[in-house]
């Protein structure tokens, strides 16, 4: 029997009963329903919480910190993990990482016209800026041949207050400032050195650009080349001997004042003395990498902390959110296959029922010609198409309910509103692989629930068929 003519004799036979035939499609519509619109619950928590997690930094980007390894009773294992040029040639030969930037930090006064605040600046390779995912809302990035030329996060606006709106010493309350007038302006910046005789410096920086409101974790930061800020660093460090790059700041007055680690409260020339020349002066303060996926992100990080470097990205915080998403998946989906398990109950049923009303029909088929593996083959072709109905129907059943939830939830649990991103954070999402799955799965039951019914009608004789009315 040809493949074509099978199909078609199956597909008739089916609508011969068409009463059984929707029932049964309809036990399978919604097992298919539950299975896909409890699965995406579990999906959509996932990627809500990814998206939510991402206004707060990009999850491919991975920060370190220099550390060193200890044993469980607290003692050192090994030297420090320092992070020097040979470190950031080291990160950059590790397999997945795209891009690698040296960091400096070094926190201002700034003066903008009249108005006044503290700042915080960053150094960095400006050439990597583009693979370290800095995009722009306003301007540009500063390019390699400029000088003290920096872009800033959208909120660094607010750190500026008008002297004017001072009373009594202190701010009045305002509204949140167009970030976009610091654009092509230049800002006054006053670096303090606290060494026996308190010195300061002035630097101006000009804003080539305004960093767009997605990432919230650079949007109070401005960045600029790292030689420059390293200028400003060593000014800032000038006269002080320690015997490591370790290093806290305080503000004190007007300014910021470099505080020892090691002896909190005390200066760097009080609490180290005069100790010779400190050969981790140029150590980075930390050093940014970007990796090219978020499997590589989770990665590269936990093989830095094994290294002994303080390693930490946004990445790492979604692994206990995957297992809870894994586990709701599981719960729900159980849940879910026990309505598709009764449904395919009911197709073993109605295709039984067929055979018991079609034996007549089966003695003929095999009179005629018809093989054991032609009958088998009808059999297990009408219920597969019981499947096959039931699962297109369930899926566009999912993609209604889903949709009904997301308006409905969105509207309740605050989930569906517009982020900083511009993407609206979903409960219920039905990837393109979970639609799949549910039409192959609901083919797969309906085969599964036909073997039995179709070995049974193979076993009928012919004699005895053709003697039924």
Not at 38 to 65: P, Y
Not at 232 to 254: K, Q, S, V
Not at 290 to 309: C, M, N, P, V, Y
Request: aromatic fraction near 6%; include cysteine; proline fraction near 3%.
């Amino acid at each position: 029997m040809l493949k074509r003519d099978l199909l078609l004799l199956a597909n008739r036979n089916l609508w011969r009963r068409r009463t059984r035939t929707i029932l049964t499609c309809l036990g399978v519509l919604i097992g298919t329903t539950s299975i896909v619109v409890m699965l995406s619950l579990g999906i959509g928590l996932k990627e809500s919480m990814e998206q939510s997690m991402a206004q707060w930094g990009s999850l491919e980007i991975v920060r370190v910190h220099a550390g060193m390894q200890f044993d469980r009773e607290g003692n050192p294992i090994g030297e420090e993990r320092r992070l020097t040029t040979e470190t950031v040639a080291e990160f950059k030969a590790i397999p997945g990482v795209a891009a690698v930037s040296p960091i400096y930090n070094v926190h201002s006064e700034a003066t903008l016209g009249r108005k006044r605040g503290h700042i915080s600046l960053v150094g960095m390779d400006i050439q990597t800026m583009a693979e370290l995912e800095f995009n722009l809302a306003h301007g540009r990035l500063p390019r390699p041949e400029e000088r003290f030329t920096v872009v800033a996060g959208y909120q660094v606006i607010n750190n500026f207050m008008d002297e004017r709106a001072m009373r009594g010493g202190m701010f009045q309350h305002q509204t949140e400032q167009d970030p976009t007038e610091l654009l092509d302006r230049r800002i006054r910046l006053t670096i303090h050195n606290q060494v026996e005789q308190e010195k300061k410096q002035t630097f101006n920086v000009f804003v080539v650009g305004i960093l767009e409101e997605k990432n919230m974790e650079r949007a109070w930061e401005v960045y600029g080349s790292i030689a420059d800020i390293k200028r400003m660093r060593d000014f800032m460090l000038e006269g002080t001997e320690l015997p490591g790059n370790m290093f806290i700041t305080r503000e004190m007055g007007r300014g910021v004042v470099m505080e020892s680690a090691a002896f909190p409260g005390k200066t760097p020339s009080t609490s180290a003395g005069r100790r010779g020349r400190d050969d981790r002066r140029d150590d980075y303060d930390s050093i940014l990498l970007r990796t090219e996926d978020l499997a590589d992100t989770k990665r590269i990080s936990a093989a830095l902390r094994e290294q002994g470097f303080n390693a930490w990205s946004i990445a790492d915080q979604l692994e206990g959110i995957e297992r809870t998403s894994s586990i709701i998946q599981a719960i729900l989906g159980g849940i879910g296959g026990i309505t598709l398990f009764v449904a395919a109950l009911g197709i073993t049923n109605t295709m039984i029922m067929s055979i018991y009303e079609r034996t007549r029909e089966i003695g003929i088929i095999k009179v005629i010609g018809a093989s054991f593996s032609d009958v088998r083959a009808l059999f297990l072709t009408e219920a597969s198409l019981i499947g096959l109905f039931g699962g297109m129907l369930g899926l566009g059943m999912s993609y209604g309910i889903s949709a009904i939830i997301n308006r409905i939830g969105s509207a309740y649990m605050q989930q569906g509103m517009m982020m900083g991103s511009g993407e609206a954070l979903y409960i219920s999402v039905i990837p393109p692989w979970l639609a799949l799955f549910a039409v192959v799965f609901a083919i797969l039951i309906g085969l599964g629930s036909g073997l039995y019914p179709a070995n049974r009608a193979i076993k009928l004789s012919p004699i005895v068929a053709m003697r039924n009315e």
